[in-house]
């Protein structure tokens, strides 16, 4: 019986991968510009970690963990997310004592229990980045600032920041009491859930999907009602900073945010492509996460993308279909070809260019197809005459022009020489997905 992948869980193929590629190349380019730093962290934790860490009330540790205990019977679990996770690092290494701004990013797969569909899965996979050690505006900024140098570098259409403040321990209690008050004579109109979270989290029910709850949101007290003078002045600080840079937000007070950990600054990047799942990145600050995981008391922020949702909208942009390259193909007819021809392939390989050979002895007329379905610039032909004469034949398989080179030591370097001199549109020159895009200079 045929053994499938589980639900929720895809693949990423080849045809696929090629455009996840391009834009973790674009990660690792426009990231280094900020001075963030790659991370790895393990894909299982212990469950604590973000029973603590994300918070017991939120819809991820309530019911879309992935949890088992180990041999050992202790509970562990697939990482839903990776704040807690870098934030556990942070504390661990100790990494807080090397007096500056530590800025890090990671990308990999997390895991909830959602209930799949167009743009939710469970298993995905985030771009995740992290700042810590700062409570000032400007970290605020050029985090908020790599997230749209990020998306604008990758040409994304459509996408706005929505920005707003969540407010601190100070100030947060009096916008819950206001929101108790406000939704208690309307409990009987709000889904099972908000019921719950009126007693819980009040502030959860803001982004309550259900039509009814949402009604009642619309009217509900608004945030920047209650943000004490810290959280005030933090806010109007970003937003000037954010309007200095000519990055265009939206502020939306019902923003809140699905994670225990945010205060002040929280954002969300969204597009009008994607649906019901219409952000492709969130995040905001964490001060208090630090210390709440055993570290010292650092302030932190960061933001996740979903990497499916990116892929998503860049495909539905109508970004070409990208091929793998292929800069030459060896096409030997005959027992004394292969030989010669797997050794030159060697050469061509260390030289940098990309080299497929014919592996399966086949006429020329299957070779010349297999070539065609390698999408492969060149092919090299060595057949027992070319062999007899010394001598290959290499064909531009875009213009069908031939040119025959002699077998001697310089083969190797005549080949890359024709390569690089050839004026065929598939030149691997340029990166197989243009990620030399010019980059909106839409600032
Ligand atoms: P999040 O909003 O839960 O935040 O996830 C961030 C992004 O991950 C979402 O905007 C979405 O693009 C993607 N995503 C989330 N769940 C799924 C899913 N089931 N299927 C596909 N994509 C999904 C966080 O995870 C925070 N850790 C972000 C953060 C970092 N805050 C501070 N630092």
Known sequence: ????????????????????????????????????????????????????????????????????????????????????????????????????????????????????????????????????????????TDVIASLYDFLAALRVPGVTIEINSLGCPKCRPGYHQALKAYFSDKQVKLCPDCKSRLVRNPLRILDCKVETCHALAMNAPNIHEFLCDTCKTHF???????????????????????LDYYVQTTFEAVSENLGAQNAVAGGGRYDGLVRQLG?????????????????????????????WPCDLFIATLGKDARRFGITLAAKIRKTGKVCEFSYEPKSLKALMKLANRLNARFTAIIGEDEMREQKIVLRNMETREQVTLPMDDSLPEMIVVSLDNADDSRSTQRPPFPSSFPEKSSR
């Open 1 to 140: 019986m045929e053994i499938r992948s589980i639900r929720g869980m895809n693949d990423i193929l080849p045809e696929d991968s090629i455009l996840w590629k391009h834009v973790r190349d674009t990660m690792h380019r426009v990231l280094a510009r900020y001075g963030f730093r790659e991370i790895l962290i393990p894909v299982l934790e212990e469950t604590r970690l973000f029973q603590r860490g994300i918070g017991e009330t939120t819809d991820i540790v309530e019911k879309e963990m992935y949890t088992f205990e180990d041999r050992s019977g202790q509970s562990l679990t697939l990482r839903p997310e990776a704040t807690a996770s870098i934030v556990r690092a942070y504390v661990q290494h100790h990494l807080y004592t090397s007096g500056k701004v530590e800025k890090f990013y990671f990308w990999g797969p997390m895991f909830r229990y959602e209930r799949p569909q167009k743009g939710r899965y469970r298993q995905f996979y985030q771009i995740d980045v992290e700042a810590f050690g700062s409570n000032d505006p400007s970290l605020d």
């Open 236 to 258: 109007r600080g970003v937003r000037g900073y954010l309007e200095d840079l000519r990055i265009p937000t939206r502020l939306n007070p019902m923003m809140v945010r699905g």
């Open 295 to 323: 570290g010292p008391d650092i302030p932190g922020i960061g933001y996740a993308m979903g990497m499916e949702r990116l892929v998503m909208i860049l495909k539905e942009a109508g970004e070409e279909p990208m091929e």
